[in-house]
Nanobody, 118 residues
Framework: QVQLVESGGNLVQPGGSLRLSCLAS????????MGWYRQAPGKQRELVAA???????HYVDSVKGRFTISRDYAKNTVTLQMNSLKPEDTAVYYC????????????WGQGTQVTVSS
């Protein structure tokens, strides 16, 4: 089993930056993706950014050029650097791991609140 713990959510002014981190405990089977979803009030959960076990990254169009996802494979962590934050980035951000190989698993963190407001 894989357990995920997020940190870094906070209240920030528009134009500010935040860094979200997620630590995975337990062994993650490859191939896999790690990344972040978010869910704003009244909206569906959406994929924000992901990074594969091979290093391929994916971003939703609305965050391209502002957010950067990175991964430390040795430490089993994934980080989301968020710059130039906008009020529409306000949401609960969830870390996830998805395994695609011999073990197919979906694991989620508890979520961390990001609020962008003046």
């Amino acid at each position: 089993q894989v357990q995920l713990v997020e940190s870094g959510g906070n209240l920030v002014q528009p134009g500010g930056s935040l860094r979200l981190s997620c630590l995975a405990s337990g062994s993650i089977f490859s191939p896999n993706d790690m990344g972040w979803y978010r869910q704003a009030p009244g909206k569906q959960r959406e994929l924000v950014a992901a990074i594969s076990s091979g290093g391929t990254t994916h971003y939703v169009d609305s965050v391209k050029g502002r957010f950067t996802i990175s991964r430390d494979y040795a430490k089993n962590t994934v980080t989301l650097q968020m710059n130039s934050l906008k009020p529409e980035d306000t949401a609960v951000y969830y870390c996830y791991v998805k395994e695609f190989g011999s073990r197919k698993g979906d694991y989620w963190g508890q979520g961390t609140q990001v609020t962008v407001s003046s």
